[in-house]
C-alpha cells in the first residue's frame, strides 16, 4: 500500500510535468534562481567551481522530539565531482546528541540539456559515530546510495530518486522519491515532495523556499509540514531549512 501511494504521488507530479512542459514550452531557457535547494529529495546538481554551500534543516515532531542536520558541500575542484559530509543530531526525550556521520561523493554523469535531464548519483559512507544505546545511531558502519534525475518544464523542475541504505546485520532500505517544484516569482518557490521507504513509510511533505542573491552570496530560507504514513497511522511534523552559499576565497 505504501508503495502504491507513493506510485500515485509521482503519477500526479508526472500529469503536472506533462501539462507544464505543453503550456510554456518557451520558458525552459529561463535560467531558475533556486535549484538546489529541496528539503527531502535530492537534486541531480553538483555545487559549481568556487562555491561551497552549508545547508541546516532542523525538524519538530509531534511529540515534542526534534532532529536536525547540517551538510556542507564542496566541489572538487568543479562540478563534475563533489566532496560533502552531513552531520545529523537528534532530542528524542530520553537522550540527545549527535547521529551517524555521512561522508558523501556525488559525480555530475550528465548535465541538463533541452533534451534530457541532469544525472547525479551518490554514494555516501556512514559511519557510526552515534550512541547506538541512546537511539542515536545504528552502531555499524553502512553505505547509503542515491540515483538523483532532475528536468525543467517551464515554470515546473520535477525531481526524482531512486536510493538504497545498506547496514550489514541492522537494516537493508530501498526507496523512492519525486518532488514538484512550481516558480511563482524568481526567487520564491512552491514544493511538493514525496518519500516512500518500500513496503515501510511515506512521507508527503508542501512546502515553500524563499531566497536572497546578496553578491556573490545566496541565502535560501523555506518550510514544509512532513506529514508521515507508518505503522497504519499519519504523523505531521513541521520542517525548516536555512542554506547560505558563498565563494571559496
Same mark, same amino acid.
Given at each position: 500500500?505504501?508503495?502504491? %501511494?507513493?506510485?500515485?504521488?509521482?503519477?500526479?507530479?508526472?500529469?503536472?510535468?506533462?501539462?507544464?512542459?505543453?503550456?510554456?514550452?518557451?520558458?525552459?531557457?529561463?535560467?531558475?534562481?533556486?535549484?538546489?535547494?529541496?528539503?527531502?529529495?535530492?537534486?541531480?546538481? #553538483?555545487?559549481?567551481?568556487?562555491?561551497?554551500? #552549508?545547508?541546516?534543516?532542523?525538524?519538530?515532531?509531534?511529540?515534542?522530539?526534534?532532529?536536525? #542536520?547540517?551538510?556542507?558541500?564542496?566541489?572538487?575542484?568543479?562540478? =563534475?565531482?563533489?566532496? +560533502?559530509?552531513?552531520?545529523?543530531?537528534?532530542?528524542?526525550?530520553?537522550?540527545?546528541?549527535?547521529?551517524?556521520?555521512?561522508?558523501?561523493?556525488?559525480?555530475?554523469?550528465?548535465?541538463?540539456?533541452?533534451?534530457?535531464?541532469?544525472?547525479?548519483? =551518490?554514494?555516501?559512507?556512514?559511519?557510526?559515530?552515534? =550512541?547506538?544505546?541512546?537511539?542515536?545511531?545504528?552502531?555499524?558502519?553502512?553505505?547509503?546510495?542515491?540515483?538523483?534525475? +532532475?528536468?525543467?518544464?517551464?515554470?515546473?523542475?520535477?525531481?526524482?530518486?531512486?536510493?538504497?541504505?545498506?547496514?550489514?546485520?541492522?537494516?537493508?532500505?530501498? %526507496?523512492?522519491?519525486?518532488?514538484?517544484?512550481?516558480?511563482?516569482?524568481?526567487?520564491?518557490?512552491?514544493?511538493?515532495?514525496?518519500?516512500?521507504?518500500?513496503?515501510? +513509510?511515506?512521507?508527503?511533505?508542501?512546502?515553500? %523556499?524563499?531566497?536572497?542573491?546578496?553578491?556573490? %552570496?545566496?541565502?535560501?530560507?523555506?518550510?514544509?509540514?512532513?506529514?508521515?504514513?507508518?505503522?497504519?497511522?499519519?504523523?505531521?511534523?513541521?520542517?525548516?531549512?536555512?542554506?547560505?552559499?558563498?565563494?571559496? =576565497?
Amino acid at each position: 500500500m505504501i508503495a502504491a %501511494r507513493l506510485m500515485l504521488a509521482l503519477s500526479l507530479l508526472a500529469y503536472c510535468e506533462r501539462a507544464a512542459a505543453q503550456s510554456t514550452p518557451t520558458d525552459s531557457s529561463r535560467k531558475w534562481e533556486i535549484v538546489d535547494n529541496s528539503f527531502l529529495v535530492e537534486e541531480a546538481f #553538483n555545487q559549481e567551481a568556487g562555491i561551497f554551500q #552549508n545547508i541546516f534543516t532542523w525538524t519538530l515532531g509531534r511529540d515534542g522530539a526534534w532532529s536536525g #542536520n547540517f551538510t556542507q558541500e564542496w566541489p572538487m575542484p568543479g562540478v =563534475r565531482h563533489q566532496l +560533502s559530509y552531513s552531520i545529523p543530531f537528534a532530542a528524542t526525550g530520553d537522550a540527545s546528541g549527535f547521529g551517524d556521520v555521512l561522508l558523501n561523493y556525488r559525480y555530475q554523469l550528465r548535465d541538463e540539456t533541452a533534451g534530457g535531464p541532469a544525472i547525479s548519483p =551518490r554514494v555516501s559512507l556512514i559511519l557510526p559515530t552515534g =550512541r547506538e544505546a541512546d537511539g542515536l545511531g545504528s552502531g555499524t558502519t553502512g553505505l547509503d546510495m542515491n540515483l538523483p534525475v +532532475s528536468k525543467q518544464f517551464g515554470d515546473l523542475y520535477v525531481h526524482g530518486n531512486v536510493g538504497y541504505t545498506w547496514l550489514p546485520g541492522v537494516d537493508h532500505t530501498a %526507496r523512492i522519491a519525486g518532488s514538484g517544484i512550481w516558480r511563482v516569482q524568481p526567487m520564491l518557490n512552491l514544493l511538493l515532495e514525496a518519500v516512500g521507504a518500500i513496503d515501510d +513509510s511515506l512521507t508527503l511533505s508542501p512546502g515553500f %523556499r524563499r531566497g536572497w542573491n546578496i553578491g556573490e %552570496r545566496q541565502i535560501v530560507v523555506g518550510a514544509a509540514v512532513p506529514v508521515t504514513r507508518a505503522a497504519r497511522r499519519w504523523t505531521p511534523a513541521l520542517l525548516t531549512y536555512f542554506s547560505y552559499e558563498l565563494p571559496l =576565497r
